[in-house]
């Protein structure tokens, strides 16, 4: 599966950003959806998951309560919407997508385990 993510950009502390990501080549219901971040000098980090269905999510602790992810089977798309930012919300943002992985694994597992990323868009916060 092809992941195009779209949607960074430059945000303020306590706005909003919408992160799109839209699939191709796959069957999308196959595949556990997620966001996973790498800010500057750090390592790729799990943001969310959602399940194949979307009954399912599950947020990182840095980002639950002020996330939602959620995705469109109709349209193969999946959508971080992040409210309240924070400048430590500056990062790259990256689509993936898994078919083993469920959303608690997601969460857990290292960055290496996911099969499918797509390309990062940048999330700049400023204070």
């Known amino acids: 599966v092809q992941l195009q993510a779209s949607g960074g950009g430059l945000g303020h502390a306590g706005g909003s950003l919408r992160l799109s990501c839209a699939a191709s080549?796959?069957?999308?219901?196959?595949?556990?959806m997620g966001w996973f971040r790498q800010a500057p000098g750090k390592e790729r980090e799990f943001v969310a998951s959602?399940?194949?269905?979307?009954?399912?999510?599950v947020y990182a602790d840095s980002v639950k309560g002020r996330s939602t992810i959620s995705r469109d089977n109709a349209e193969n798309t999946v959508t971080l919407q992040m409210n309240s930012l924070k400048p430590e919300d500056t990062a790259v943002y990256y689509c993936?997508?898994?078919?083993?992985?469920?959303?608690?694994?997601?969460?857990?597992?290292?960055?290496?385990?996911?099969?499918?990323w797509g390309k990062g868009t940048l999330v700049t916060v400023s204070s």
């Open positions: 959602i399940s194949r269905q979307g009954g399912t999510t």
């Open positions: 993936v997508g898994d078919r083993s992985l469920n959303t608690q694994s997601m969460g857990t597992a290292s960055a290496s385990r996911v099969d499918y």
């Open positions: 080549g796959g069957t999308f219901t196959r595949y556990t």
